[in-house]
C-alpha cells in the first residue's frame, strides 16, 4: 500500500492556479511534518513549502506569497495551493512525511531533513505539473 499519493497536477497558463492534493493512508499524520518538494529533470529536488506538526508554515522564496499549503488532519490530506503561476512552477510535485515529528524551520532544514529520513519519511510518486506561456 503507497502511504502518500498525489493528485491534482496539470496543464495550467501562466497565472493560473493549482491545488495538489495528497492522500495519506495508514497511520495519522496529524503530527508529523509534511511537505512538498518539486523537480525538473536534470535538476535536484527543492523543497516548496512544509508545514510543521505544530501547523506552522515555510515556504521557498520562489513561492513565498503565492501558495499556502494545509493539512485536513480528519481526512489525512495535505493541500498545496499554488497561485499566479509561471512556468519555472513547471515541474514533478511531491508529497513527504516525516514520522521522527522534527520540526522544521526553514526550507533547508527540511530538505536535510527528509534526505537523512531513512525509513521515517514517506514520499509520494509525484504528480506532473506544467505552467504554459
Known amino acids: 500500500q503507497v502511504p502518500l499519493v498525489e493528485s491534482g497536477g496539470g496543464l495550467v497558463q501562466a497565472g493560473g492556479s493549482l491545488r495538489l492534493s495528497c492522500a495519506a493512508s495508514?497511520?495519522?499524520?496529524?503530527?508529523?511534518?509534511m511537505a512538498w518538494f518539486r523537480q525538473v529533470p536534470g535538476k535536484e529536488r527543492e523543497g516548496v513549502a512544509g508545514i510543521n506538526g505544530d501547523g506552522s508554515t515555510i515556504f521557498a522564496e520562489s513561492v513565498e506569497g503565492r501558495c499556502t499549503i494545509s493539512k485536513d488532519n480528519a481526512k489525512n490530506i495535505l493541500y498545496l495551493q499554488m497561485n499566479s503561476m509561471t512556468p519555472q512552477d513547471t515541474a514533478m510535485y511531491y508529497c513527504?512525511?516525516?514520522?521522527?515529528?522534527?520540526?522544521?524551520?526553514?526550507?533547508?532544514?527540511?530538505?536535510?531533513?527528509?534526505?537523512?529520513?531513512?525509513?521515517?519519511?514517506?514520499w509520494g510518486q509525484g504528480t506532473q505539473v506544467t505552467v504554459s506561456i
Open positions: 513527504a512525511a516525516d514520522r521522527r515529528r522534527i520540526y522544521w524551520a526553514d526550507i533547508a532544514t527540511m530538505l536535510s531533513s527528509m534526505k537523512n529520513a531513512k525509513n521515517f519519511g514517506f
Open positions: 495508514g497511520p495519522t499524520y496529524s503530527t508529523y511534518s
